[in-house]
């Protein structure tokens, strides 16, 4: 069983999860349908296709609509031109993803209503983001990592109910409830700085401290809470 930090969800509401169908959100999304069981929430699950994978990205769209439509869970799908949206604003295409994901996430949430959106971050994305603010050069709130939970909209927030939990024991969650997922390959390409960290620094950085993500998500908390 997962644990979640706060109680995020109330009976009634329309909860949407980000649903790329890696192992992180394939995680969230099952134990938040279990718990919509429970709480008597509805959840809507939301794919977006940033138009930069070709074929890879069209077969991970339809394992999204296959697993929703085997759960029971409505999906909506968006697809986003990202090169065409970096080219137009000058930004990297990781910044256009990402600005891309939360327009969709806005058209979502107003068309359902929703006042939620459950992203399925985790503790090891946390320690991840704090190294790479700090090597991009950030304030003080840069250091204070992934927030737990923002406002996206007037009515909606978002909040991430996985950020206790580590990328271990998603992995863990995953085998026990024999589930499937896909996997990004871009996720493994070392020019992104993010993969570096994961893949390089932190693994570097734990030869000395084997506590280390725990240290930087410690941290990032600690300031969190001074910054309130």
């Known amino acids: 069983m997962l644990a979640f930090s706060v109680p995020f969800f109330k009976r009634g509401e329309t909860v949407l999860v980000g649903f790329s169908g890696g192992p992180d959100s394939v995680c969230l999304l099952h134990f938040l349908h279990y718990l919509s069981g429970k709480k008597h929430f509805e959840l809507v699950a939301v794919h977006v296709n940033h138009g930069l994978r070709g074929a890879a990205a069209e077969a991970d769209a339809r394992f999204c609509r296959d697993l929703c439509r085997q759960i029971g869970v409505p999906l909506l799908t968006y697809k986003k031109a990202v090169r065409a949206l970096a080219k137009k604003l000058d930004l990297s295409l990781e910044h256009a993803a990402r600005k891309a994901r939360y327009e969709a996430f806005v058209q979502a949430a107003k068309k359902t209503g929703a006042s939620k959106i459950a992203l399925g971050h985790h503790l090891d994305d946390q320690a991840e983001t704090v190294l790479l603010n700090l090597l991009r050069g950030t304030r003080v709130e840069g250091l204070c990592g992934i927030p737990l939970r ?79």
């Open 150 to 228: 923002r406002a996206l909209s007037k009515n909606t927030e978002i909040v991430r109910p996985l950020l206790c939990v580590t990328r271990a024991e998603v992995e863990e969650y995953i085998k026990v409830n024999q589930l499937s997922f896909v996997t990004d390959q871009t996720n493994c390409d070392e020019a992104y700085t993010r993969n570096w960290i994961r893949r390089q620094l932190l693994p570097l950085l734990e030869k000395k401290q084997p506590k280390i993500r725990q240290h930087l998500v410690g941290m990032a908390a600690q300031l969190a809470e001074k910054l309130k």
